[in-house]
């Protein structure tokens, strides 16, 4: 079994939809949640990253987790195609290693 | 502006050869990675350098080797090329030295082909 699962989509919504992302994870010394955005031939680039459980918004973006239930979420609201790309969140404990989900590929249709 | 490139950008090689993937960082971090991406599988650690002469294996490092001699650079070797590792490469890196870990800055990615 993964340390972090994710669905690797693809996943297709209409421009202006909700776009809900998510991840599981097995380590319960993660600590620092991270999602980053990848466009294609591109490398990742930090989109959000919150510390231990709550919420975060920045702009269109929320990000949750849930460390009861080792469980993070990534929204986006008002989806433009500019946010096609693939997502993929990663974590990690008091180390600087970083685990990865597979990623989700996002495309968002004009 | 400080950045992090990756050399050569594509690469084609042939089994059983002996490659070399450049990675540079002009950020000061102190941390740095490699990391394979592969369809389905994300990002996987490969080895990872905390400082000059320190380096660690990650979850995949069979293979692969680093060096770490400077604070800049951190050069990626394959051993002998297998097709197995054909592959993007990232490197990353981390921790400027006021200690700012928060994000891992990630390189524009080496395409390696192993025929």
């Known amino acids: 079994q993964k340390e972090v699962e994710q669905d690797p989509g693809p996943l297709s919504v209409p421009e202006g939809a909700i776009v809900s992302l998510n991840c599981t994870y097995s380590?319960?010394?993660?600590?620092?949640f991270m999602w980053y955005r990848q466009y294609s031939r591109k490398g990742p680039e930090l989109l959000m990253y919150t510390y231990s459980s709550g919420n975060k918004e920045d702009g269109r973006f929320t990000a949750q987790v849930d460390k009861s239930s080792k469980y993070i979420s990534l929204f986006i609201r008002d989806s433009q195609p500019s946010d096609s790309a693939t997502y993929l969140c990663a974590m990690r404990s008091h180390d600087y290693k970083l685990s990865f989900g597979a990623g989700t590929t996002v495309t968002v249709r004009a | 502006d400080a950045e992090i490139t990756q050399s050569p950008r594509h690469k084609i090689t042939e089994t059983g050869r002996q490659v070399t993937l450049a990675c540079h960082q002009t950020?000061?971090?102190?941390?740095m990675f490699w990391y394979r991406q592969d369809l389905g599988h994300g990002l996987r650690l490969i080895h990872y350098s905390y400082g000059v002469h320190d380096t660690n294996k990650g979850e995949v490092s069979d293979g692969y080797s680093v060096s770490r001699s400077n604070t800049e650079d951190l050069p990626l070797t394959l051993e002998s090329a297998a097709s197995s590792q054909t592959s993007v490469y990232f490197c990353?890196?981390?921790?400027?030295?006021?200690?700012?870990?928060?994000?891992?800055?990630f390189g524009p990615g080496t395409r390696l082909t192993v025929l």
């Open positions: 990353a890196s981390s921790g400027d030295p006021t200690g700012n870990v928060r994000e891992q800055f």
């Open positions: 950020w000061n971090h102190n941390n």
């Open positions: 380590n319960s010394a993660f600590q620092y």
